[in-house]
């Protein structure tokens, strides 16, 4: 991971927090994991200082490029609180309280509402929550997006950036372009320095 690690000192009751922290997140994330990633950017950069903003850029970023399940980027950010810490034990540690908080909540919620929400599929209530809550994991897609570019301040420099961010989610929206055409399409780009 790229920036220099931090050097920070974490309490049982830090620990505690950040497990606490992950298990509220767990119950907003609607859209999966990484539409909290503004809340976790909040408490784990902005609060504690216990990330950097490229270890939490990063941490994104090779968990959605790895192979696997996208909730990857919580076991990565785990790991780097612990690492900065200086201790791989630590960073261990930080992997199963980020992944077990995350986890445990949204993992048994689903269960048990899946159950119940196949018996009552054709209830009124349920379709109608359905289609509510579309706007609300659009909106949520967008908070992470605008926090991911926030490293990115300087719009005289950086409008290229901004400008292939805008035209890829146009092109999501109105096409049916398989999206790894469009990561390759912004890694190439990339790769000539163009953004």
């Known amino acids: 991971m790229s920036g220099a690690p931090l050097h920070i000192v974490l309490s049982a009751a830090d620990w505690c927090n950040l497990f606490g922290q992950y298990l509220l997140l767990s119950l907003l994330s609607v859209g999966g994991a990484i539409s909290t990633t503004t809340e976790m950017h909040r408490y784990l950069v902005l609060e504690h200082g216990w990330l950097t ?42 992997v199963a309280v980020t992944m077990l908080g995350i986890l445990i909540p949204s993992t048994t919620i689903t269960y048990l509402t899946a159950r119940w929400a196949r018996r009552h599929r054709d209830q009124l209530g349920v379709r109608a929550f359905k289609q509510g809550m579309a706007p609300v994991v659009v909106g949520l897609m967008v908070s992470v997006g605008i926090t991911l570019g926030s490293a990115h301040r300087d719009f005289a420099i950086d409008w290229p950036l901004w400008l292939v961010s805008v035209a890829a989610g146009v092109l999501i929206w109105r096409t049916r372009i398989h999206l790894l055409w469009l990561l390759a399409a912004g890694a190439l780009l990339g790769w000539f320095q163009v953004v």
């Open 53 to 94: 903003q490229s270890q939490f850029n990063d941490a994104i970023a090779i968990a959605q490029a790895a192979p696997g399940p996208n909730v990857l980027f919580v076991a990565l950010m785990g790991w780097n609180v612990g690492l900065n810490t200086g201790s791989y034990l630590a960073a261990c540690a930080g």
